[in-house]
């Protein structure tokens, strides 16, 4: 009876105790004219096995057997420890660390979060995570108006080789505070952003210039030259990486000459299934100097009474429970689950095992490039040099060949048309290192075929 | 920074200090596959990342995660939060290994199980709140407001109506409140409430205007009383041109008893987390799904789940033209409403009203206990809703025995604290939420903890000022913590 533990000699005593009939009396605050009725659009109780049932003949249903899908979510091999440690009750069913006490557990574990990936993005300081990368990025923009004392202009410039729901989403959550999103164009032939693109803007007020690294299109920027326009024109810079590429590239801490100011992503990639887009977990990182203006939970080191190291919630006066519509961020609870999956993926990975993870997505998605080319219909779109995803160009509409691929069990791409246009019919796949040469060979033969069936048709 | 100096040894050292170079998991290394970074784009030195073996990370974690109070090792009523019972089956369901595996961009072709799954759930929620649209998508409570008062916004605009930039909040509000209208770029203006606990009507008719886009309510309030003025509210808002914003945060309270749709309400948000009862997982995810009266239906987040008769897919622009646009790089926390589902499948229709019922029931219970054994409620003519609160500022003036001495000493008997100090308006209190999953014995064991503790402030108060004793750490030096920023491990010099 829904998870309610209540004998009827429970309710009796309970009753007696209060001093009313029925329970139907301790709603009698409430006007009887605001009772609901029989909720009849909700199907009657099912047990645990009647659930469990269904659920495994929907979840049959979207059975998928390669998936060749990045643009954001990433599949990489997850440790059977992750998540027999991660679903844990001391840990799944713990609430946000209020009283640190009772909480040493979760706290210990952000700060070993904040610690890795701090060092990841070259950076000094790491909130205990945000909900997902694209909001996190909202977040930053924000970040960097309150940071930027001296720009007025709440100016963001953001390259239109970003990924595309990171920047709709950008403008959803931070537009209410009027901050202007300017798109910066990207060079057709490269995929890459050029520094050329920024002179328009040159010596004008502008609050901070983005960079994603590598871009939608997995393309690397040239990162050294963007951050330098940045911070000689005035503005902050905020970089959008993928944690997984910063065991090879260089972290955004040493981008040019003083490195970047505020870091997001998604950390993803570090053990959190697809999952249908979520729970994903974001993060963010920064200088020292703008630990203050950074939102959401922040953990420190510090002593107990006797003396004995612990963990607590500090600079807790930046958030809403504190500070209210003052606040630096509505942000309060968010991912503390996939932060924990997250750290004990980054703890049993390593140096070695991220390095390895990093460089065999990098060389599975060259050795697909290079399968998919050989293919009539099907050309590389962009030439720059790219992490591990690429854009490939067919000759007919992508939509059709992407259901052909589907109707043999092949998740082969983001259809990256609709976003841009001006690039034709352009898919974009992604390999990473759950995918073996028989994999990539399999691929391209349905890709071949699925070619020639749309093209028959 | 530097570690703080101390003689005591930490209950569990770092994952950093067990480090080994050269050691590694050997069973989840890849394969090694040379790739070529340019050379101007490569990294020069490793990250700090441990070097440890597989079952040092386990155990690592595993003793971290032993350090934690949890609903699955301890009662934990803390107020506002619905702490119940997070079934198992709900977890395994949601993490059969198809579901994990989709990408989130896949083809609908090969989602149509989880997007029925989806779609139920949107039409399960608007029955249970009495709204006429639902959109799954924001990731917690907070993106919920959000997502509900840039709706008001759009709204108004879309009428030509550009004054309204105010929003109304009664003084006892969660801080979210506050802070979500601030990041819609609105003003906030706060009203009293009267020494019953319902909102100050009078104050409220003189600051409703042209300017009101609308007020942002919890019912039953964060005080542990249901606002019996709600339709008196609903019209005056209504009349003024604003619209009703339903923080669901206490919904468990009245959940199939009283609709928010027919108490008037334009617009609510539900923590799944909390009412329907997805874990908290130590700080997230959460999940706060957004339902609309018809007013609002133009403006919901994208995407929601759309029936073309026996297929399922995602609405987005072109077919919502209007829409606030999308909070989230995908659908919002997939698996977090996968959990939802299945608990309300679970529950069904008639659990659904067992659950407002017995929340209440064990809420009234502690109540009439705690006020038997002498302790004093902060609204003592007022029935508990799902939850209640106790001032504690006698034993506070008598004996220095504070709300947050009380709470800590708690922790050594086996209990996590009640919320203290929300609402900031009740002086020393602790805000109690007992939950529906709860036995009338571990009730009763926290009211017996709460005497013997009593009896300790009186006999013993020095006692309770060192409290907690039996856990990891003592109580930590906060002030210290904020002073001396110590945010990241470095190795010691």
């Known amino acids: 009876m829904a998870f309610i533990p209540h004998t009827d000699d429970d309710v009796r005593a309970m009753l007696a105790v209060i001093g009313v009939d029925d329970v139907d009396a301790l709603f009698d605050e409430i006007p009887a004219s605001l009772r609901a009725g029989a909720l009849t659009r909700i199907p009657p109780a099912a047990s645990e096995m009647e659930i469990g049932r269904l659920m495994s003949a929907r979840a049959a249903a979207d059975s998928c057997e390669l998936n060749f899908i990045g643009a954001g979510a990433y599949e990489h091999h997850i440790p059977a420890a992750v998540w027999a440690i991660t679903t844990r009750g001391e840990i799944y069913s713990a609430y946000t660390p209020y009283q640190a006490e009772a909480s040493q557990g979760t706290l210990q574990t952000i700060y070993e979060f904040q610690t890795m990936i701090a060092s990841l993005t070259g950076m000094a300081v790491s909130n205990a995570s945000m909900y997902d990368g694209a909001s996190a990025l909202a977040e930053a923009s924000l970040m960097a108006v309150r940071a930027h004392r001296r720009s007025k202009s709440a100016r963001i410039l953001m390259p239109r080789a970003v990924n595309p729901t990171y920047r709709k989403c950008a403008r959803v959550i931070a537009g209410g505070q009027n901050l202007s999103f300017e798109e910066v164009p990207f060079d057709a032939a490269a995929g890459q952003t050029p520094v050329a693109a920024l002179a328009r803007f040159d010596g004008q007020d502008v609050t901070a210039l983005v960079i994603q690294q590598p871009n939608f299109f997995g393309v690397l920027e040239d990162v050294d030259a963007l951050t330098d326009w940045g911070h000689r024109n005035g503005a902050l810079v905020i970089a959008v990486v993928n944690p997984t590429s910063l065991a090879i590239l260089k972290p955004p801490g040493e981008w040019g000459e003083k490195g970047v100011d505020i870091v997001v992503g998604d950390a993803q990639p570090f053990g959190v299934p697809l999952s249908s887009g979520g729970p994903y977990v974001g993060f963010m990182t920064t200088r020292m100097e703008h630990v203050r203006q950074m939102p959401g939970r922040i953990v420190g080191r510090t002593v107990d009474l006797d003396g004995r190291p612990g963990y607590t919630l500090t600079l807790q006066a930046r958030e809403q429970h504190i500070r209210r519509s003052k606040a630096t961020s509505n942000i309060c609870t968010n991912q503390g689950l996939l932060m924990t999956a997250a750290t004990i993926y980054l703890a049993i990975m390593g140096p070695q095992g991220l390095e390895r993870t990093a460089s065999a997505s990098m060389a599975r998605t060259a050795e697909l490039v290079a399968a998919l080319g050989r293919l009539k219909g099907v050309e590389l779109a962009l030439g720059g040099a790219r992490f591990h995803e690429a854009l490939i160009r067919l000759d007919r509409p992508v939509g059709p060949v992407l259901e052909e691929l589907a109707r043999r069990r092949i998740a082969g791409g983001f259809d990256a048309s609709a976003d841009y246009p001006e690039l034709g019919n352009v898919l974009l796949v992604c390999a990473t290192e759950t995918k073996t040469s028989e994999d990539i060979a399999a691929y391209a033969a349905a890709l071949g075929e699925s070619l020639r069936v749309s093209r028959a048709a | ?493």
């Open chain 2, 1 to 493: 920074m530097n570690s703080p100096a101390s003689a005591l040894a930490p209950a569990e050292a770092t994952i950093f200090d067990q480090s080994r170079h050269g050691r590694h998991a050997a069973a989840q290394l890849p394969p090694a596959l040379g790739a070529e970074v340019p050379a101007a784009l490569r990294r020069r030195t490793p990250p700090l990342l441990p070097e440890v073996s597989e079952l040092q990370a386990v155990r690592h974690f595993t003793r971290l995660s032993q350090m934690n109070f949890s609903i699955d090792t301890q009662f934990y009523p803390l107020g506002s939060c619905t702490m119940k019972y997070n079934p198992r089956g709900c977890n395994q369901y949601a993490m059969l290994p198809e579901f994990l595996a989709r990408h989130p961009l896949g083809p609908e072709s090969q989602g149509q199980g989880f997007l029925a799954c989806m779609y139920e759930l949107q039409e399960m929620l608007k029955e249970v709140s009495g709204m006429q649209g639902m959109a799954l998508s924001p990731m917690a409570g907070a993106q919920g407001e959000f997502a509900g008062v840039a709706m008001i916004r759009a709204y108004h605009r879309g009428r030509g109506d550009l004054a309204r930039d105010e929003i109304i909040v009664p003084e006892a509000a969660h801080g979210t409140n506050p802070a979500t209208a601030a990041m819609c770029g609105m003003k906030v203006v706060e009203i009293p409430v009267d020494a019953q606990g319902d909102c100050d009507l009078a104050a409220l008719a003189r600051v409703v205007g042209p300017a009101t886009a609308g007020i942002m309510l919890t019912n039953p309030s964060t005080l542990g009383v249901f606002e019996r003025t709600i339709a008196s509210i609903a019209g005056l808002v209504h009349d003024a041109g604003g619209l009703l914003y339903y923080d669901g945060a206490n919904l468990n309270a009245i959940l199939g008893k009283v609709r928010p749709g027919d108490m008037g309400f334009d617009v609510i948000h539900m923590n799944l987390h909390k009412t329907f009862s997805t874990p908290h997982g130590g700080g997230g995810p959460g999940a706060g799904a957004v339902g609309v009266g018809v007013r609002l239906l133009p403006f919901l987040p994208i995407p929601v789940v759309g029936r073309d008769g026996e297929r399922f897919r995602w609405l987005d622009e072109r077919d919502l033209p209007q829409s606030i646009g999308r909070l989230s790089a995908f659908m919002g926390n997939a698996g977090v409403l996968l959990r939802a589902y299945i608990y309300m499948r679970m529950i069904g229709r008639d659990g659904m009203q067992r659950i407002g019922e017995f929340a209440t029931l064990n809420a009234n219970y502690l109540l009439a206990r705690f006020r038997q054994a002498g302790f004093d409620p902060a609204y003592p003519q007022r029935r508990a809703t799902h939850e209640f609160i106790l001032t504690m500022k006698r034993e506070a003036r008598e004996q220095g025995a504070t709300a947050m001495d009380f709470a800590k000493r708690l922790l050594d008997f086996g209990y996590h604290a009640p919320t203290t100090y929300f609402p900031l308006l009740v002086p020393e209190c602790l805000l109690i939420e007992p939950t529906e999953t709860e036995t009338k014995e571990a009730l009763d064991g926290f009211v017996e903890a709460m005497v013997a503790i009593a009896r300790e402030a009186a006999e013993d108060p020095a006692r309770l000022k060192g409290a907690p004793y039996t856990l990891p750490v003592r109580r930590l030096d906060d002030v210290r913590a904020a002073k001396h920023l110590d945010l990241t491990w470095t190795p010691a010099p």
